[in-house]
């Protein structure tokens, strides 16, 4: 499976962005798919998930700012990123998780950059 991550930018803080991944085909297993970012110098943290079903989770730092979806008709997971702040600056990287045999998937980067 092949993840495509688009919708990353320079924003100023107080913007918002939307961040979209698609998969390259249909997902029929159990899966979470998510967003994480990894700051410079900083470890790959995780930012929201959402389950197959529509659990979504989500890191302390963006709750209420951030809000992921999912279309699993489209195999897509959105990530709408509002109230930035520069600590949100970072590559973003989508995820998915093949939960029932164990395998995780990245998409590549997608810069995040926010202006103070």
């Known amino acids: 499976v092949q993840l495509q991550a688009s919708g990353g930018g320079l924003v100023q803080a107080g913007g918002s962005l939307r961040l979209s991944c698609a998969a390259s085909r249909s997902i029929f297993s159990r899966n979470s798919m998510g967003w994480y970012r990894q700051a410079p110098g900083n470890q790959r943290e995780l930012v929201a998930s959402?389950?197959?079903?529509?659990?979504?989770t989500y890191a302390d730092s963006v709750k209420g700012r951030f809000t992921i979806s999912r279309d699993n008709t489209q195999n897509t997971v959105s990530l709408q990123m509002n109230s930035l702040k520069p600590e949100d600056t970072a590559v973003y990287y989508c995820k998915l998780a093949l939960i029932s045999i164990g395998r995780d998937y990245w998409g590549r980067g997608t810069l995040v950059t926010v202006s103070s």
């Open positions: 959402i389950s197959s079903g529509g659990t979504a």
